[in-house]
């Protein structure tokens, strides 16, 4: 038994199917999966959102804001990380959406609209939330994140109750943005075996059977390019009368060397994240008082409102006109249009996104982890006598961050070289690749000058 | 076929059962009663007097000081602390009063600088409580002004971060006498949370209620 796992663990390595391991392969088949991770998630989000609206309303008492916010939030980029969309398959709006939809769902087709302008709202709705969590202190306030939870709860029940499958999770929701694109910098992938679906008459990867129903997310195994959608739920394995369906580790950012069709709203979103990361930081540092009052003095007003908006709009124009310069400079040298390389080469800047979103929240994991504990201890009347609620001391933490970043730098240089391969030869490989280098270079070092700096803590 | 018609008609049940509760509910909470509480202490008549049940978060409240003789008494210099019931002994008065003391040390001096125009709630002081035993429900300070043109009567506003059982603790100095009052309180969850959830759950189960009647009916073979 030890030399088979030893021999497939081994085969798992170098790309080959996790599914043929035969305890996984039962797992995901069997009805358990993924319902046995499911429901209690969903449980723990009642308890969230319980503890949200009644808990303590200091967010640094409340145990749904410890949960929420320095466990799952910093959790998440490394979930996509290592397993890609996994978490959406038992996201708890999920479970809602199909509960719903099971009992009184309509399951109506998804409007021509959100097809087509999803990713657009949800570019939107990402850039939206994180300027009303700013502005209005959403993860500061235990109600305020509350609100947010419950706002996304309505529109999953709305998507659920009369639009098929999980439209909202697949055409409209923030996070399933943000996991589009960090899922294809990660290392698990669920694809169709070419030869056996060239031959499937079924399709009951897509149209469900009695074992499992049809793809959650519209994705058609037999054609898919891409894990950005994928949720790893299973159905498709279930469903497969010709057991075609492979789940695959593959090395980080594989995916990114060789994106057959590029979106431009994708290529925008990574610009975006960057420069969401950037106001995330930013606020958080201890100078940011200073950098306010000056501010306060250059417009003229003290209106938070304003002062925070011109920072938050510098931070996410700043990427994008980076990455425009880069593409502009290397429109020069490849002959294409300033847009075609800004949508190509813009996929390279998710390793940096996501190695900057991982560091950021690296801080608020392990420097007020023990925050989980103490509020969950204070539920049961227990107290943690003011204890230090850090993991790690702040200098370990900033060299893990500092590490992070030069992982992330390396990826994205690594993806500018293969995207500059496959589209060009000879000496306008290195003629586009330059630009880029430089600006993944800048993006790199501006976020290592922010993690220098001291920042204050979420709880 | 009939039980899905019955999970269907089951679901339209508990979605009205829902709206029809959360209407009492929403009313009760936005329900309002002014209470009164004496305590005497060294010969004052001590009074809390709020127009509510105290909440979680900022709640309002006056204190009235009347002498032996039933007379005001005006220009006390008036602290309020609170603290959760179960984080320290109900007269534990000295530990409190040094919390007090050290906070009028801080750096977040310029807070109490501020409540002085217009009796501003301390809860901001998170530094302050960090360095508190309850995680639960940290204590919180605020100061109550002399109501101009109303003597003996101070008002100010008080933090509460969590439900429970709570003791408010008035310190105050009458022409040099230091004197202190207790008022155990019993915190309720805000309302304003409750009717927000209530919102929300109104919104979704009318959703899920309209969902269920619209619903087209299979058509039969």
């Known amino acids: 038994m030890i030399s088979k796992l030893s021999k497939l663990t081994l085969s798992w390595l170098e790309g080959g199917d996790i599914l043929a391991n035969k305890w996984v392969d039962h797992f995901i088949r069997s009805r358990w999966y993924p319902g046995i991770i499911q429901w209690p998630t969903l449980i723990i989000f009642v308890v969230i959102i319980y503890q949200l609206f009644f808990g303590p309303t200091s967010a640094h008492d409340n145990f749904g804001t410890a949960l929420t916010w320095v466990l799952w939030w910093p959790m998440i980029p490394i979930i996509f990380l290592f397993l890609g969309r996994f978490w959406c398959a038992i996201c708890p709006f999920a479970t809602v959406n199909d509960l719903v939809q099971k009992f009184v769902g309509h399951n109506r087709p998804v409007p021509r609209f959100f097809k087509k302008y999803g990713i657009w709202i949800i570019d939107a709705m990402f850039i939206l939330i994180t300027w009303s969590d700013h502005i209005w202190g959403i993860v500061e306030s235990p109600i305020g994140s509350g609100v947010l939870l419950m706002l996304l709860t309505t529109a999953v029940i709305a998507s659920g109750a009369f639009f098929e499958r999980r439209m909202f999770c697949r055409h409209l929701c923030f996070l399933g943005g943000l996991a589009g694109n960090y899922s294809q910098a990660g290392m698990l992938s669920l694809h169709g075996t070419p030869e056996v679906c060239a031959n499937c008459t079924t399709a009951s990867c897509y149209t469900g059977t009695e074992k499992a129903p049809g793809c959650p997310v519209f994705e058609f195994p037999r054609m898919m390019t891409t894990s950005a959608n994928c949720v790893l739920c299973g159905d498709c394995v279930k469903n497969c009368p010709n057991d075609s369906i492979q789940v695959t580790i593959r090395p980080p950012t594989k995916e990114l060397w060789f994106v057959h069709k590029p979106k431009v709203e994708v290529a925008f979103l990574a610009a975006v994240i960057m420069g969401i990361v950037f106001v995330q930081n930013v606020t958080m540092l201890e100078v940011w008082g200073s950098i306010l009052t000056w501010l306060e003095a250059v417009t003229g007003t003290t209106s938070y409102y304003v002062n925070f908006t011109i920072t938050f709009m510098v931070a996410m124009i700043l990427p994008l006109a980076l990455l425009g310069w880069a593409s502009l400079v290397a429109s020069k040298n490849n002959d294409a249009s300033l847009a075609e390389n800004f949508t190509r080469f813009g996929y390279a800047i998710i390793a940096l996104d996501l190695a900057a979103h991982i560091a950021h929240n690296l801080f608020h994991l392990l420097a007020e982890g023990k925050s989980i504990l103490y509020t969950g201890m204070a539920l049961f009347g227990a107290d943690s006598h003011g204890a230090s609620p850090a993991l790690m001391s702040t200098p370990n933490i900033q060299l893990m961050q500092y590490g992070l970043m030069v992982l992330g730098f390396l990826g994205s240089l690594y993806i500018v070289y293969r995207i500059a391969k496959t589209n060009y030869q000879g000496d306008v490989i290195w003629a586009t690749f330059k630009p880029y280098a430089i600006l993944m270079a800048g993006l790199c070092i501006l976020n290592i000058i922010l993690f220098t700096l001291p920042m204050d803590m979420r709880m | ?221």
């Open chain 2, 1 to 221: 076929m009939a039980q899905t018609k019955s999970i269907r008609w089951l679901i339209s049940g508990l979605a009205l059962s829902l709206l029809i509760l959360m209407l009492p509910g929403t009313a009760l909470a936005s329900s309002e009663s002014e209470e009164s509480t004496m305590v005497t202490v060294g010969g004052y008549y001590v009074s809390l007097v709020v127009s509510k049940p105290f909440k979680t978060g900022g709640n309002p409240f006056h204190l009235q000081i009347l002498d032996e003789m039933a007379e005001p008494v005006g220009g006390a210099q008036v602290k309020i602390s609170a603290t959760p019931s179960s984080a320290m002994p109900a007269n534990d008065t000295q530990h409190q009063m040094e919390n007090m003391e050290n906070m009028e040390n801080m750096e977040n001096m310029e807070n109490m600088e501020n409540m002085e125009n217009g009796a501003d709630e301390m809860s901001g002081m998170r530094g302050m409580q960090h360095d508190m035993p309850n995680m639960d429900a940290a204590p919180t300070y605020t100061s109550a002004n002399d109501m101009s043109g109303q003597p003996g009567d101070y008002a100010g506003i008080i933090a509460f971060s969590a439900a429970g059982p709570w003791v408010l603790k008035a310190h105050f100095s009458i022409d040099g006498q230091v004197l202190d009052a207790e008022f155990p309180v019993d915190v309720e969850a805000s309302s304003s949370a409750f009717a927000i959830l209530a919102w929300f759950i109104f919104l979704n189960a009318v959703l899920i209620w309209a969902a269920s009647i619209s619903r087209q009916k299979p058509v039969s073979a």
